[in-house]
């Protein structure tokens, strides 16, 4: 932006915004913290097939097309919306469409 460019900030929607994203943030975590107590247990049950598990976890973090895949879900929209943040007159409703395209477009954000 512009030096000494001012900028109209909507408190409430930036606080809707802020409560979105620890909503997810949280809901995720617990998702993963479930998962890792779930692969815990059964580590401790079956220290082979966990071992084994590893392997497969550590091969699927490295699958291309997984990789493609969030890349293609992520990235792009990600650059839209940092460029509709960037600009010196940032349009809203182009911003929510954007936000909006994000998760019927490639499915929700998990």
């Given at each position: 932006m512009?030096?000494?460019?001012?900028?109209?900030?909507?408190?409430?929607?930036?606080?809707?915004?802020?409560?979105?994203?620890?909503?997810?943030?949280?809901?995720?975590?617990?998702?993963?913290?479930?998962?890792?107590?779930?692969?815990?247990?059964f580590?401790?049950?079956?220290?082979?097939?966990?071992?084994?598990?590893?392997?497969?976890?550590?091969?699927?973090?490295?699958?291309?097309?997984?990789?493609?895949?969030?890349?293609?879900?992520?990235?792009?929209?990600?650059?839209?919306?940092?460029?509709?943040?960037?600009?010196?007159q940032?349009?809203?409703?182009?911003?929510?469409?954007?936000?909006?395209?994000?998760?019927?477009?490639?499915?929700?954000?998990?």
């Amino acid at each position: 932006m512009n030096k000494g460019c001012t900028v109209e900030l909507d408190r409430e929607k930036l606080k809707t915004l802020v409560t979105w994203v620890a909503n997810n943030l949280k809901s995720l975590e617990s998702e993963l913290m479930a998962y890792q107590t779930a692969l815990t247990v059964f580590r401790a049950g079956f220290p082979q097939q966990g071992a084994v598990f590893d392997l497969m976890l550590e091969k699927s973090r490295q699958h291309p097309p997984l990789l493609d895949h969030m890349r293609q879900k992520y990235e792009e929209t990600l650059r839209l919306l940092l460029e509709q943040i960037s600009q010196d007159q940032a349009d809203e409703q182009a911003f929510l469409k954007a936000l909006q395209l994000w998760q019927t477009n490639k499915g929700p954000i998990n």
